[in-house]
């Protein structure tokens, strides 16, 4: 790890906060007890004394029982450098959907290259690698946390389901909304040839989708019963530190409105630089480092310049 001939890969750092995340834990361990005082009777001079330790999280239920149901998740999760946000998102989730007893597997989308954000060709490709042990996938923002468990995680058979419906997302509320967490079967994902691949920077690959869904022949479902409202989610962005890329130049002012009839699946154009197990406070996920390549000749708003 380090340098890379022509440019910088940002998976040090990945590491680099997973091991300060790992340091602190095992130093709340060694600094607390949950066993009374010390050995000898009382505290010992200049020795601060010992906090009690967190209740320890019961044991979630095994995926082998049959409870669990037939299918499996591929939890989507497209990221660059939001390493705060994921050592947050990842063990959450990993027990949220464990409680629910919901097969899944939590794939890291890791944009390496030197290319803006594009986070429909992260999920193409999540998709393409996701493998033949999942048979439904969910488009999962790393900064967007479920707080009510009525939330439905299961296989959609009747057709796309957003769980950040407008009525419940705590930003978004406009009736054709369909980012933050969206579930498909990898069918329906297949009929509607994923996402566009044109979109670089922040916004708009959601509604373009949204008019792939309908062309599709599919139907948007949303969660009823939720009384949770606007407090269904807790949103861990934060605007003032993390600016978003909201860039757009003259072009791509003009292609962010159209429908791609042309791109998606069949024609993402990437490369994995390299697929990586991880446990992030016990819960297991898979990076995959990815570099995406661009046609400047057909997306010339790919680059920052």
């Known amino acids: ?26 130093w709340l361990q060694l600094s607390c007890s949950g066993e009374g005082p010390l050995p000898g009777g009382g505290q010992s001079r200049g020795v601060p004394p010992r906090q009690p330790c967190p209740p320890q999280a019961p044991l979630l239920p095994a995926e082998d029982e049959p409870s669990w149901g037939p299918h499996r998740l591929a939890l989507l999760v497209p990221f660059r450098e939001r390493f705060e946000e994921l050592l947050a998102f990842v063990p959450y989730m990993h027990r949220f959907l464990s409680k629910k007893r919901i097969r899944h597997h939590i794939f890291i989308l890791n944009q390496v290259d030197h290319f803006r954000f594009n986070r429909a060709s992260l999920i193409n490709v999540g998709f393409l690698e996701s493998g033949n042990d999942t048979d439904y996938i969910a488009m999962h923002d790393v900064d ?3 707080l009510n468990e009525q939330l439905d995680y299961s296989f959609p058979e009747a057709g796309p389901f957003h769980v950040a419906s407008p009525e419940l997302h705590p930003l978004y509320h406009y009736k054709t909304y369909v980012g933050g967490i969206l579930l498909l079967t990898k069918q329906h994902y297949e009929m509607c040839n994923g996402m566009s691949n044109r979109f670089w920077g922040w916004g708009r690959e959601d509604d373009e989708f949204y008019r792939r869904i309908k062309g599709a022949g599919l139907q948007v479902r949303r969660p009823s019963g939720i ?3 606007y407090k269904t989610f807790q949103h861990l962005h934060d605007p003032a530190w993390r600016k978003r890329d909201q860039k757009r ?40 480092n990815i570099l995406l390549d661009c046609d400047a000749s057909e997306t010339p708003w790919c680059t920052f310049g």
């Open 1 to 26: 790890m380090g340098l890379l001939p022509g440019r910088f890969s940002v998976f040090p750092l990945f590491f680099l906060a997973l091991l300060l995340a790992f340091a602190s834990l095992l």
């Open 144 to 146: 967007l946390l479920p």
């Open 227 to 229: 009384t949770t409202g």
């Open 249 to 288: 130049i003259a072009a791509q002012k003009q292609e962010q409105f159209k429908v791609d009839r042309e791109g998606g699946l069949n024609n993402v154009r990437y490369r994995i630089e390299s697929r990586t197990a991880l446990s992030v406070a016990g819960a297991p996920c898979t990076v995959l």
